[in-house]
């Protein structure tokens, strides 16, 4: 079939023109930016790199768990923190330590006579700082890491248990477990002389069990001291203690034979009585703590 000369002009008439495709370089052209002038990176914080002694360490012997002369006690090494917004690596140091414990008002200054009768311008009740859900976690991830850095103990943390004398030392000892990824903490009951001496109805530990003690502050030892006790009697084997300070009476618990852990050691004036106390002789207001 033939089309009619006017039909194909029409359609000539109304198609699209088609042009030659431009030059790519006319329309694809870019601009590649020049790379900027390398500046010099800010200055790192200032970290300080004085090795802070935040423990005894003690040697561990085939025969069971020894504690280390005194010469043999090394430092832990160097500890790195920042002193910029607080920011603490590895470890809280001694100064960190202080510092949460100040900050949340669990160590204070003033005129204190406690329980036993001595005196002392120095109180420390670390439950007060473990109130708080950052430092409870710092200072509980930081004594686990203690333990942890002892190569005999980790090997043993599936099977560890960790046992406090209820109730100061439970948040850490929950604290401890967690962040060691322990197999489980208990505690014990208080007899009337105020010791550890019963646990809790269907609590009893297994034969052989490995048990870490935990509290937050050691003082006497003496509530440790009974709850190893406790716990040896009835099978278990007790193979470290460990506590958030280390604050010691004169007379306190050596726990021989056990690996002693702690993050800060606090030296407070001790004075045996209101006689022998120069706060007192000062006129300083007396305040009882029953803790």
Not at 57 to 72: D, E, I, K, W, Y
Not at 107 to 122: A, V, W
Not at 185 to 212: L, M, S, T
Not at 232 to 246: F, T
Request: hydrophobic fraction near 40%; aromatic fraction near 8%; charge should be positive.
């Amino acid at each position: 079939m033939t089309m009619p000369n006017e039909y194909v002009s029409r359609q000539a008439e109304t198609a699209p023109a088609i042009t030659a495709p431009a030059r790519a370089s006319s329309f694809c052209k870019t601009t590649i930016p020049r790379p900027k002038k390398q500046t010099k990176p800010p200055n790192p914080p200032k970290i300080n790199t004085h090795p802070q002694k935040l423990g005894s360490f003690f040697r561990m012997t085939n025969s069971g768990v020894s504690a280390a002369a005194p010469s043999q006690v090394a430092n832990r090494d160097i500890i790195h923190y920042s002193e910029y917004r607080g920011t603490m690596q590895l470890l809280p140091s001694q100064e960190d330590v202080t510092g949460i414990l100040s900050a949340t008002g669990a160590l204070r200054e003033g005129h204190f006579e406690y329980p036993n009768g001595l005196h002392s311008t120095q109180y420390l009740q670390v439950p007060l700082a473990m109130r708080y859900y950052q430092h409870a976690k710092t200072l509980s991830v930081g004594l686990s890491r203690l333990l942890r850095a002892n190569t005999e103990l980790r090997a043993i943390i599936p099977d560890l248990a960790i046992v406090s004398p209820a109730p100061g030392g439970l948040p850490v000892a929950f604290g401890v477990c967690e962040a060691l990824r322990a197999k489980q903490v208990y505690w014990a009951e208080d007899g009337p002389d105020g010791k550890p001496a019963r646990f809790r109805q269907f609590i009893e530990p297994d034969k052989g069990e490995p048990v870490v003690l935990v509290d937050d502050i050691i003082r006497s030892g003496r509530r440790l001291a009974a709850l190893r006790k406790l716990l040896e009697d009835a099978g278990a084997q007790v193979v470290a203690v460990a506590s958030i300070v280390y604050e010691p009476y004169p007379q306190v618990e050596k726990f021989e034979g056990l690996p002693l852990y702690y993050l800060a050691r606090m030296e407070a004036g001790y004075d045996a009585d209101a006689a022998s106390c120069e706060a007192c002789r000062n006129g300083i207001p007396l305040e009882k703590v029953w803790l």
